[in-house]
């Protein structure tokens, strides 16, 4: 995503606290460590792990059927779960657990010529064999051709392929035609979400498969990055839970006490170290609300889209928390033709407080290509408002 990638960063971001570091991919796992600045002495790292499979017992079926590709009406082609499962008074984290686990799959993933080297976790999406997991998860599967597998409830194995991922979103598609008889989950909101309200993680952390945690939501809105460089980084408003999340937890659904997904369990918080980290009760999840745009882009073409205003912003370190300062405007892009210019300071994305490069990275990703964003610039000392139409980019 060099060049075109947008905002894009001027540097990798990096933690800003001496001493703190990313912490690299587990042994035998997929990709990259989420990096958030705010974080101080933490480091981020993604929830993946392979290894923990090779005593595993599966069922296996037989997959000779054609892998269902894109659906040309993405979210609307397809059978959802419209209902919650739940009503409010049995809204128990054990009813939540027997409502959502036979909708939660674990992923197996060539990783580096392995074959089920990597795992993660996912979810039924429809009664079409559709599971969303992240594509960290599938990534290398992906670029090298591997196999994937995903393992239901009963540790029943269903051979996988890729309908289409995002990078930037990090989301993944996944096509199990096999798999048509499993219960979808039923898909909630974030942004009906309040702090403090309980929330359960669903998923195979450390190869353990339909494992249940629960916490709260500990925060909301919280922008973060993962990847260890700008080809590799995805930003997200993401929904900031204390729920136990561990490698291995990475595309399990956070659900809410009616057994709705909220958000796609993406990544943890660690203090650093070198050996393979674990929870220390701060994760964070993908907000439903994209996870369905990206989907359904991803159903429909294959691909997924993301919006772009043509400018590049410094990240990591750079910020003094007053905005984001413009470091560069591309030619022909959206920015140009509005009127940005380089070092403009953008203080708010459509009424939306921006603090530092990241902030305005993740604040135009939840507005779509096509819409007309208010900018509020700070430019030579005086404030105005710069409307930029978002471009698409594909990735």
């Known amino acids: 995503m060099p060049g075109e990638f947008d905002p894009a960063p001027a540097a990798p971001a990096a933690p800003t606290a001496p001493g703190a570091h990313l912490v690299t991919r587990p042994r035998g796992a997929a990709p990259a460590g989420w990096v958030w600045p705010a974080v101080g002495a933490v480091a981020l790292v993604v929830g993946l792990l392979g290894g923990f499979i090779g005593s595993a017992a599966f069922r296996a079926v037989d997959d000779d059927t054609t892998t269902i590709g894109p659906v040309s009406t993405g979210l609307d082609g397809v ?17 939540v657990a027997q409502a959502v686990l036979p909708s939660t799959v674990q992923i197996l993933a060539a990783y580096q010529g392995q074959d089920d080297g990597a795992t993660g976790s996912g979810f039924v999406l429809d009664r079409q064999g559709h599971i969303i997991t992240n594509n960290h998860v599938v990534a290398d599967a992906a670029e090298s051709d591997g196999a994937i597998h995903i393992v239901d409830q009963d540790g029943v194995r269903y051979d996988a392929e890729i309908v289409g991922r995002s990078a930037v979103y990090d989301i993944a598609v996944l096509s199990a ?26 998923g195979s952390p450390l190869g353990l498969s339909s494992t249940v945690t629960a916490g709260i939501v500990s925060a909301l809105q919280r922008p973060v990055t ?6 590799e980084s995805s930003y997200i408003n993401a929904v900031q839970t204390d729920a136990a999340i561990n490698p291995g937890n990475s595309g399990g659904p956070l659900v809410d006490l009616l057994g709705r997904v909220v958000g796609v369990n993406s990544a943890i918080a660690t203090t650093g170290g070198t050996g393979e980290a674990g929870s220390i009760g701060v994760g964070f999840a993908i907000p439903i609300e994209q996870v369905r745009i990206t989907a359904d882009q991803i159903l429909r073409t294959g691909e997924a889209q993301y919006p772009v205003i043509g400018a590049k912003v410094a990240t990591g370190g750079q910020d003094d928390g007053e905005g984001a300062v413009i470091s560069e405007i591309i030619a022909g892009g959206a920015a140009a033709a509005a009127g940005l210019r380089e070092d403009d300071r953008i203080t708010e994305v459509d009424g939306v407080r921006v603090t530092d490069g990241i902030g305005l990275i993740v604040a135009i990703r939840t507005h779509q290509p096509g819409e007309s964003v208010p900018f509020t610039v700070v430019r030579d000392g005086e404030t105005r408002t710069i409307d930029i139409t978002l471009r698409a980019e594909t990735g």
């Open 79 to 95: 059978d959802l779960a419209t209902e919650a499962p739940l009503q409010a008074p049995d809204g128990t984290v054990a009813n």
């Open 226 to 231: 993962t990847g260890e460089s700008a080809d």
């Open 177 to 202: 035609p096999k798999a048509v008889g499993l219960q979808p989950a039923s898909l909630g909101a974030s942004r009906g979400l309040r702090v403090g309200e309980t929330v359960v993680a669903f």
